[in-house]
């Protein structure tokens, strides 16, 4: 059975600290990348958008993207459908979900569309709520996660939708137990290994009860976001 996750970003035209709708922000840049079977895909959905009104210096600063940049860029209507049909019976993989859901259901909310929330045709799962389970009292934002999981953001110097999502996507798969695809061979394909038996005797530290209390936890986190914990079976 084909389990289909869809890891989603967005950057918007302002902040809205007071509530997704507060000064009728709109988004201009969706990005999102396909997993697989726990497997990054090539699949992608990548789009910049016209939304008709001015950014906010606030968040130009943060992505660096302006109107001039987006003159002749689609508006949200054209690229709708083509968005709808690539998420589509997915699972949702987004942090800060309420965040980007808003923006996405207030865009929806202006078409004469079947659709009116994405709650409707996805799952939504958010990883700032899985991050924060998992380490409460720390910074869960993406920067402190890759550091935390040695996931590269030297490309971050800006906030874009697409890497943000690609960066996310990493982020989940180590965070829910898994791990891409990693093959050996070609790293030693023609070196020759040599192992080297010590006869010495190996020391075994054995967890306490409250250790044993916070792994079988987590484990338990991990089943109930990913479905499948290979260490809870």
């Known amino acids: 059975m084909k389990d289909r996750k869809i890891i989603l970003d967005t950057e918007t035209t302002g902040m809205n600290k007071f509530g997704v709708h507060y000064l009728g922000h709109r988004i201009i840049e969706i990005g999102a990348v396909e997993i697989v079977n726990r497997k990054i895909t090539n699949n992608i959905f990548h789009t910049y958008i016209n939304p008709n009104r ?27 459908e083509k968005f709808i049909n690539f998420i589509q ?52 934002n993406l920067d402190a996660l ?15 939708a697409i890497l943000d999502a690609k960066i996310l996507a990493n982020i989940f798969l180590k965070m829910t137990g898994g791990q891409t695809l990693m093959d050996f061979r070609k790293k030693y394909e023609n070196k020759k290994i040599i192992y080297q038996k010590k006869n010495r005797k190996i020391r075994v530290l054995f967890p306490s009860i409250e250790e044993e209390k916070e792994h079988k936890k987590s484990m338990d986190i991990i089943q109930k976001n990913s479905g499948f914990c290979y260490w809870n079976r």
């Open 146 to 160: 890759c550091s935390r999981y040695s996931i590269g953001k030297e490309k971050r110097k800006i906030h874009s």
């Open 89 to 140: 019976n997915s699972e949702l993989i987004i942090h800060n979900a309420k965040f980007d859901v808003g923006f996405i259901n207030y865009e929806l909310s202006f078409l004469k569309y079947k659709i009116k929330k994405i709650e409707e045709i996805c799952k939504i799962v958010d990883t700032l709520k899985i991050a924060r389970s998992l380490f409460p009292g720390k910074p869960n």
């Open 54 to 80: 001015k950014i906010e210096k606030e968040a130009f600063l943060i992505h660096k993207i302006d109107e001039k940049f987006l003159q002749n860029k689609p508006k949200f209507h054209e690229i709708a």
